[in-house]
């Protein structure tokens, strides 16, 4: 381990396995078939769960919660990520009439300990506020974020979908706790190189989280684009890379830039998490990872 990764705030290591589309199947899975889908998982070298509240309209954590009460050695085999401060109109929320952000301290409190029951985990790893609420002032979210620190209910605390300056501000009254950046990052949506928010993690020796790292799937998908030059490209360099699945390649074109954003995987084959974990054995040539770069824009380097 490099002085730089040893002073990170928080490493929760380099994959995520992601529950946001974990019930979106006609047949969703039993708590049986999770718990071994889970244990493919932690066999493919995964250990961290990343939901959240309002994944599966806000079904997935109990879902998640009753595979791991199935056997506790899983229970404990996992960090778990999740987030809160999205409210749609469900029975969940039945005071949204229309979907809202909800960033409160008093509501991100509520909310982690409703994570905490349906997950049946005494702790949080890492609890993330969804999105930034326009609505709310810094510091009430600070205090329920910092509550929930000191009252043991979550290890770390970050946010995810925030700008610089709304990570800068909210970090500065946590001094200096917030861990990560969840942020939507792949060759088809690159806005964290530009934005600063990859910046601000090196700076701030936090590790960000890199969310739909295959564009939400539109990488096989999408007929024509962006998607079509980048699998035609990928597929060109599978065979120097020993035959990698270009989703490996996707997901070490994205580990490859300094700030090693951890990459969510979103499957729900699980076969395809073995897979893509092949990504750890590849070092992208610098040519290959801005040829992939090239692809995705269509245009060479200005
Ligand atoms: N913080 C946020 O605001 C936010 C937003 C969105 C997502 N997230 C997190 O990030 C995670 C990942 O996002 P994502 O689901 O959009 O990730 P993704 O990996 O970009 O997209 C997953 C989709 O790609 C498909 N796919 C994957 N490999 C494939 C292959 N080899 N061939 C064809 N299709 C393939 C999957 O279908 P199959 O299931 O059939 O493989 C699935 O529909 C989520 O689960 C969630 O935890 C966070």
């Given at each position: 381990?490099?002085?730089?990764?040893?002073?990170?705030?928080?490493?929760?290591?380099?994959?995520?396995?992601?529950?946001?589309?974990?019930?979106d199947?006609?047949?969703?899975?039993?708590?049986?078939?999770?718990?071994?889908?889970?244990?493919?998982?932690?066999?493919?070298?995964?250990?961290?769960?990343?939901?959240?509240?309002?994944?599966?309209?806000?079904?997935?954590?109990?879902?998640?919660?009753?595979?791991?009460?199935?056997?506790?050695?899983?229970?404990?085999?996992?960090?778990?990520?999740?987030?809160?401060?999205?409210?749609?109109?469900?029975?969940?929320?039945?005071?949204?009439?229309?979907?809202?952000?909800?960033a409160?301290?008093?509501?991100?409190?509520r909310?982690?300990?409703?994570s905490?029951?349906?997950?049946?985990?005494?702790?949080?790893?890492?609890?993330?506020?969804?999105?930034?609420?326009?609505?709310?002032?810094?510091?009430?979210?600070a205090?329920?974020?910092?509550?929930?620190?000191?009252?043991?209910?979550?290890?770390?605390?970050?946010?995810?979908?925030?700008?610089?300056?709304?990570?800068?501000?909210?970090?500065?009254?946590?001094?200096?706790?917030?861990?990560?950046?969840?942020?939507?990052?792949?060759?088809?949506?690159?806005?964290?190189?530009?934005d600063?928010?990859?910046?601000?993690?090196?700076?701030?020796?936090?590790?960000?989280?890199?969310?739909?790292?295959?564009?939400?799937?539109?990488?096989?998908?999408?007929?024509?684009?962006?998607?079509?030059?980048?699998?035609?490209?990928?597929?060109?360099?599978?065979?120097?890379?020993?035959?990698?699945?270009?989703?490996?390649?996707?997901?070490?074109?994205i580990?490859?830039?300094?700030a090693r954003?951890?990459?969510?995987?979103?499957?729900?084959?699980?076969?395809?998490?073995?897979?893509?974990?092949?990504?750890?054995?590849i070092?992208l040539?610098?040519?290959?990872?801005?040829?992939?770069?090239?692809?995705?824009?269509?245009?060479?380097?200005?």
């Amino acid at each position: 381990m490099s002085e730089t990764e040893s002073t990170l705030r928080c490493d929760l290591g380099d994959f995520a396995y992601g529950t946001w589309r974990l019930l979106d199947e006609d047949t969703p899975p039993s708590a049986d078939a999770l718990a071994d889908r889970l244990r493919r998982c932690l066999e493919a070298g995964i250990e961290v769960l990343d939901t959240a509240e309002i994944y599966g309209r806000y079904r997935v954590e109990e879902a998640i919660g009753s595979a791991l009460m199935t056997d506790p050695e899983l229970r404990g085999a996992f960090k778990i990520v999740t987030k809160a401060g999205i409210d749609v109109p469900s029975d969940e929320k039945a005071h949204a009439s229309i979907p809202q952000y909800d960033a409160t301290g008093a509501n991100l409190v509520r909310c982690a300990e409703k994570s905490l029951r349906l997950l049946g985990v005494d702790t949080l790893d890492l609890f993330l506020v969804h999105r930034p609420d326009w609505l709310t002032h810094p510091e009430d979210t600070a205090s329920g974020l910092q509550r929930l620190l000191d009252e043991g209910k979550v290890r770390h605390v970050g946010v995810s979908n925030y700008t610089i300056h709304q990570f800068a501000t909210l970090d500065k009254l946590l001094d200096g706790r917030l861990a990560t950046n969840q942020v939507e990052f792949s060759p088809l949506c690159m806005d964290p190189l530009y934005d600063g928010v990859f910046d601000q993690c090196l700076q701030s020796r936090v590790r960000p989280m890199a969310w739909s790292p295959l564009g939400g799937g539109s990488l096989f998908s999408d007929r024509e684009g962006a998607a079509q030059r980048l699998r035609a490209k990928l597929e060109d360099l599978s065979p120097k890379y020993g035959d990698a699945p270009i989703d490996a390649l996707v997901y070490a074109w994205i580990l490859a830039t300094p700030a090693r954003p951890m990459v969510i995987l979103g499957t729900n084959k699980v076969e395809r998490v073995a897979s893509g974990m092949k990504a750890s054995g590849i070092a992208l040539e610098r040519e290959d990872w801005y040829a992939i770069w090239e692809a995705a824009q269509g245009k060479s380097v200005p």
